[in-house]
């Protein structure tokens, strides 16, 4: 998308959030088949979401078959995703990208998903899968700094919700350096198994984060480019009372 165009008119795709060595910015066509490629050498779910594009055949042997049904699935869901974004439905589903010398190498998904009254409750839950290559370099945890970031910071969120299966052991751990607390369980059947599973579910409100060391870290450390246009493109789109 030419980039003058894309400033004024969809400026999601110009909007990146920058920690370190990760870039997230929007899923477009040429990283969602990279991601694509990326989910079928098998991925970890980090942040547990039921909202989140986590088909059955992410956990089981792939074949041919399981494949086909992967890619035609996650192309689309993104491309659905991408098409509901508003300022009543503000959906944020970001590559995770490492920088290299020879450019981006997409990682996994970080996601921030509105619930139906987003612009009432001002609320995220959140989501996210990793390419298994990239599990336990501490990505999980930046790219999680960075959406919680801006999801209080430029978002103003007053909560953002997560959740994990109590053997998830990568999940309930970043969701607790965090500074989620817990808010409740539920049974579900996992992906893998289809076994009963005890589900825990999160939330972190924006006064915890903001007074926590994690939270005034990532205040220093988390860049976010294209914002004005996008709070721009916000204020000429929601409706008006």
């Known amino acids: 998308m030419e980039t003058n165009f894309a400033k004024k008119y969809w ?3 110009s909007i990146t ?3 370190d060595d990760l870039v997230l910015n929007e899923i477009n066509d040429s990283n969602m088949a990279e991601l ?3 989910s079928l050498n098998g991925i970890v779910n980090l942040d547990e979401n039921e909202n989140v594009f986590m088909p059955a055949e992410f956990f089981l042997k ?3 078959e399981t494949d086909v049904h992967l890619v035609y699935n996650h192309i689309r869901w993104t491309l659905a995703a991408r098409s509901k974004f508003s300022p009543e439905h503000p959906e944020f589903i970001f590559c995770v990208n490492k920088k ?3 450019g981006l ?3 996994g998904v970080q996601a921030l998903h509105p619930p139906s009254d987003f612009l009432t409750v001002r609320g995220y839950n959140s989501g996210s899968w990793l390419g298994k290559d990239f599990q336990g370099q501490g990505v999980g945890k930046k790219m999680r700094m960075a959406v919680l970031h801006f999801g209080f910071e430029y978002m103003d969120c007053n909560f953002i919700t997560s959740g994990y299966h109590e ?5 309930k751990q970043i969701s607790r350096t965090m500074g989620y607390v817990e808010n409740g369980y539920e049974y579900t059947g996992t992906m893998k198994t289809k076994e009963r599973a005890r589900f825990a579910r999160c939330i972190l409100e924006r006064d915890v984060w903001q007074e926590s060391v994690i939270g005034k870290r990532a205040k220093e450390e988390v860049q976010v480019n294209g914002w004005d246009d996008l709070d721009a493109w916000f204020d000429v789109l929601t409706p008006k009372n």
């Open 167 to 171: 053997d998830n052991a990568a999940s």
């Open 11 to 13: 400026p999601l795709a």
């Open 100 to 102: 290299t010398d020879a």
């Open 36 to 38: 694509t490629q990326l």
């Open 17 to 19: 959030l920058e920690i």
């Open 105 to 107: 190498v997409p990682m």
């Open 62 to 64: 792939h074949t041919d």
